[in-house]
């Protein structure tokens, strides 16, 4: 599996991730819309077969509805923020950018354990609530997505959103820690890092 990084610089750099696996991808948080991504790709055969949600607040999902629109894709999101999808308050369209606003298409909501398969990969989903309450962290061969679980340089994700928790976030962080030390970590903001340094 091969994963490509693109961070826009509007509403906080939210990162967007690009897996894919011969002639199949997926598209992990989507800040960034379709044309960006196919138009640094030198093979333009690529299909995009998910696109998912480490969880649903807007600078995560600011362009799903170009991706859903524009490709063939399965919309993904963790069974337990599947409602903040359409709910500006809770996915902050509201208190950030004073509008009504979301995802109101078709999606799965996925839980604890399901996997997820595109080409010849999986990404495992891993409830990580605490964030918000429907977090999920994705993990692959060699490495992990977390969304705004945790970050690199110590920091971790705010509680203080509707649906954060606390307890329920250093519990799922906990959870990351006890993972394979050298995995690598991709975040919803900032460098990748590796579970063994968040450690510290």
Not at 30 to 49: E, N, Q, W
Request: proline fraction near 4%; hydrophobic fraction near 30%.
């Amino acid at each position: 599996m091969e994963v490509f990084s693109f961070s826009p610089k509007e509403y906080f750099g939210s990162n967007t991730y690009l897996c894919r696996c011969g002639s199949e991808g997926v598209i992990i948080d989507p800040a960034v819309d379709y044309k960006t991504v196919y138009g640094s790709l030198k093979d333009k055969s690529l299909k995009i077969k998910y696109v998912i949600l480490t969880h649903a607040h807007f600078d995560h999902m600011l362009y799903v509805n170009d991706w859903e629109q524009k490709t063939e894709c399965e919309i993904i999101v963790g069974k337990n923020d599947s409602f903040s999808l359409v709910n500006s308050d809770y996915n902050l369209y509201k208190p950030f950018l004073g509008r009504d606003d979301g995802y109101f298409g078709p999606y799965k909501a996925v839980c604890d354990g399901d996997v997820i398969e595109f080409g010849n990969s999986r990404l495992k989903v891993i409830e990580t609530p605490g964030h918000t309450e429907g977090s999920i962290s994705l993990l692959g061969d060699g490495c992990i997505f977390v969304g705004d679980t945790v970050f690199s340089a110590t920091s971790v994700g705010r509680t203080d959103f509707p649906g954060g928790d606390y307890f329920k976030l250093q519990s799922s962080i906990r959870k990351i820690l006890s993972l394979d030390e050298s995995l690598i970590l991709y975040p919803g903001h900032g460098e990748p890092t590796t579970v063994r340094s968040i450690k510290i």
